[in-house]
């Protein structure tokens, strides 16, 4: 049975399952975040430049953010697919800070089969595969290239697909999923999530080029 109690999700009206209130204020949770990513950067860091003193400063941040997008999707919206249907009713870190969250886009607290197809994927795909880049480029293998330009199509097309799929619900039907302050809107919601727009676009544009044929058929009547 929905719960009645209220809380301040947008459009009014929607049925949040067993909903409890958030412990953390905002500011807490941003600052758990933010710890959190100090943490990851700095072990990353510290693990690279001992596996490989003299890598290149690009391919250094090119690891951090791959790891760091690993732990956000495998574990952080990994935690969203395996918890969809009562992330309402959830008090722990995670929980709280999508909720947190979910001021800017209240999907993520109601079954929402598009949400739970592009999070299954991110988290299950994406997430791994971020892992396995960050090792690859810090062993300099050949494997890097595509699986960087893969993952980074993957998540520029989900991110893509979130904004539109939100902007379509609101322009046409007028069902806004975020609360009104500009906050929320454009803190969370657009800011937030601009960086798997920027960042994947950026990977994709510094790989190489491919061989060409001729490159490739030179290539093998070497030696």
């Known amino acids: 049975m929905a719960s009645t109690v209220a809380h301040p999700y947008y459009p009014p009206g929607i049925e949040i399952?067993?909903?409890?209130?958030?412990?953390?204020d905002a500011w807490t949770l941003i600052a758990?975040?933010?710890?959190?990513?100090?943490?990851?950067?700095?072990?990353?860091?510290?693990?690279?430049?001992?596996?490989?003193?003299?890598?290149?400063?690009?391919?250094?941040?090119?690891?951090?953010?791959?790891?760091l997008c690993g732990f956000v999707h495998f574990l952080f919206?990994?935690?969203?697919?395996?918890?969809?249907?009562?992330?309402?009713?959830l008090t722990t870190v995670f929980g709280q800070?999508?909720?947190?969250?979910?001021?800017?886009?209240?999907?993520?607290?109601?079954p929402d089969a598009f949400v739970l197809s592009m999070e299954s994927i991110t988290a299950f795909c994406w997430g791994p595969l971020s892992?396995?880049?960050?090792?690859?480029?810090?062993?300099?293998?050949?494997?890097?290239y595509p699986i960087q330009g893969i993952v980074s199509l993957g998540q520029l097309y989900g991110d893509v697909l979130?904004?539109?799929?939100?902007?379509?619900?609101?322009s046409v039907f007028g069902r806004s999923y975020s609360r009104p302050e500009r906050s929320y809107f454009w803190g969370y919601f657009v800011?937030?999530?601009?960086?798997?727009?920027?960042?994947?676009?950026?990977?994709?544009?510094?790989?190489?080029?491919?061989?060409?044929?001729?490159?490739?058929?030179?290539?093998?009547?070497?030696?």
């Open 191 to 223: 800011f937030c999530n601009a960086f798997w727009i920027v960042a994947p676009a950026c990977e994709i544009y510094s790989l190489p080029p491919p061989p060409t044929p001729c490159g490739v058929l030179s290539l093998g009547t070497v030696g």
């Open 32 to 67: 758990i975040f933010v710890v959190g990513c100090v943490i990851i950067f700095s072990i990353t860091t510290v693990a690279v430049l001992k596996a490989r003193p003299q890598i290149p400063r690009g391919d250094l941040y090119t690891i951090l953010w791959f790891v």
């Open 131 to 144: 892992f396995l880049l960050a090792y690859l480029i810090t062993a300099d293998h050949q494997l890097r």
């Open 162 to 170: 979130y904004y539109a799929t939100a902007g379509f619900d609101e």
């Open 17 to 24: 399952t067993g909903y409890v209130a958030n412990t953390y």
């Open 77 to 89: 919206e990994g935690y969203y697919t395996l918890n969809y249907t009562r992330m309402g009713t």
């Open 97 to 110: 800070l999508w909720k947190e969250y979910s001021l800017s886009d209240s999907r993520y607290l109601v």
